[in-house]
């Protein structure tokens, strides 16, 4: 059974939860996550005013995702910086390929979830992953999000993300924050949720 991680990028941070996601779900027996990232739409030389090119550089390995690999995967878990509480222009430029897949059904009954970032406390997480949620069911996707059942997003000992809709980090203002140790098993959980769910489904 396959888990696609489908992401993107600026500045790492969601890269690294995406590829915590594809360790939670690889850990389900049976199943393999493999990680993609979508096209980039900006020029060099914005990503350099940017202070990006480094972030992006650590990423190239990484390959792009196709259309076509979303209809091959049981379950697809999509990651996104939040703008202006959306998701990114890249993620929604990519996901505006997908009327084909649309047109045919290919994503009916598959697995869809959504992590995110942002860079303050309360900076879109929750409506960035609630408004990508509609995509998938316009897909007809079955969305999992990220139960009460991971008890750290109910800690009080620090300022963290992750939802009951889904894993979420803070990059914070400068974006030197990275992904605390609870964001991070938010993440392994979703991955390791979305596997069990997808295998039960595809059973």
């Not at 992006?56 to 792009?64: C, T, Y």
């Not at 879109?124 to 139960?147: A, D, K």
């Not at 963290?160 to 392994?188: F, H, K, M, Q, W």
Request: some cysteine.
């Amino acid at each position: 059974m396959k888990v696609l991680v489908v992401y993107y990028s600026l500045y790492g941070h969601v890269y690294q939860l995406g590829q915590t996601i594809a360790e939670g779900a690889s850990s389900v027996e049976g199943v393999a996550a493999d990680l993609r990232r979508v096209p980039e739409t900006l020029p060099v030389e914005v990503l350099e005013k940017m202070g990006a090119v480094e972030a992006q550089k650590k990423q190239v390995h990484v390959p792009i995702c196709t259309v076509d690999e979303l209809a091959e995967a049981d379950a697809i878990v999509f990651g996104t910086p939040t703008r202006f509480g959306n998701m990114c222009g890249q993620m929604r430029q990519f996901l505006d390929s997908t009327g084909k897949l649309w047109l045919s059904g290919a994503l009916v009954g598959k697995v869809g979830s959504v992590f995110a970032s942002t860079n303050t406390q309360h900076g879109g997480q929750e409506s960035t992953i609630l408004s990508f949620y509609i995509t998938l069911l316009h897909q007809g996707m079955v969305i999992v999000g990220l139960p009460y059942a991971f008890k750290g997003q109910m800690t009080m000992d620090e300022i963290t993300g992750c939802s009951p809709y889904g894993a979420s980090t803070i990059a914070g203002t400068d974006g030197s924050r990275v992904p605390s140790d609870n964001e991070l098993a938010g993440a392994r959980f979703q991955g390791k949720h979305v596997a069990n769910i997808a295998k039960k489904l595809t059973a």
